[in-house]
């Protein structure tokens, strides 16, 4: 099966089954979703670390620096919490030897130290914090915009979080929505009004935007592990 050309059928034919699939098939569908986002959370974190000490150093101060994110009042408060966050991490004691390691020797902990402790929600949000400029090279390496990368962490954050809690993955949606992308058409995703039915805020956003963020080979490494997924289903249906 061709994973990439979906109908509404087979959404609701992977819902249905794990709907009704076992404790031990929705914790296997949670792993592994949970190894691509950590994946996308991985490059993420490394992107948004390399261009931040590119353009204002190694030096802790610096993203402890209120003067180094968008400053408009709406996001003042974000940022003054985003700060708060990160220097708890690199000022205190740690369950990182890599942090403490940095702090008692060099006195200083780069964000490219500090970043791998720091939650992908954070990093998220610090992404949307992040000056235009900064925005933009982080998003060179996607083929998003600004907008897009920051709603599509947006989602994926909350899915983030719901496997690693165990959450029913396959039936999970989001308040929040992935924006309307050129593969949404190319799909031929069926529209309510001007709002797409499927791949907006539930799983299949997901698959969407790992087809965004993870390399080639990733991604057809997860439609391989996925499409046997739909081959399992289709068998059970028929049995």
């Not at 030897?97 to 998220?124: D, M």
């Not at 069926?190 to 799983?203: A, C, E, I």
Request: aromatic content about 10%.
């Amino acid at each position: 099966m061709k994973l990439i050309t979906v109908d509404e059928s087979v959404v609701n034919a992977i819902v249905e089954y794990y709907a009704q699939g076992s404790e031990e098939a929705h914790a296997e569908g949670n792993r592994m979703f949970l190894r691509y986002l950590l994946m996308i959370e991985r490059s993420i974190k490394a992107r948004v670390a390399y261009v931040f000490c590119d353009a204002h150093g190694d030096s802790q101060a610096e993203y402890l620096n209120p003067r180094n994110y968008i400053s408009t009042p709406a996001k003042q408060a974000g940022v003054n919490r985003l700060i708060s966050t990160l220097s708890q991490l690199a000022t205190r004691p740690t369950d990182y030897p890599y942090i403490n390691h940095h702090q008692n020797v060099h006195h200083n902990v780069p964000l490219w130290v500090l970043i791998n402790a720091v939650t992908f929600g954070s990093v998220s949000k610090m992404f949307g914090f992040l000056t235009q400029n900064l925005q933009s090279r982080i998003c060179r390496k996607y083929p998003l915009n600004i907008r897009q990368m920051d709603q599509i962490l947006s989602v994926l954050t909350k899915y983030r979080n719901a496997c690693a809690h165990g959450e029913r993955l396959f039936s999970y949606t989001t308040r929040d929505d992935i924006p309307d992308l050129p593969i949404h058409a190319k799909l031929g995703i069926t529209k309510r009004g001007n709002q797409y039915v499927y791949g907006k805020h539930d799983l299949f956003a997901v698959v969407i935007a790992f087809r965004c963020l993870l390399p080639s080979d990733a991604f057809l490494a997860f439609k391989q592990e996925l499409s046997k997924e739909i081959d399992r289903f289709s068998k059970n249906c028929s049995s």
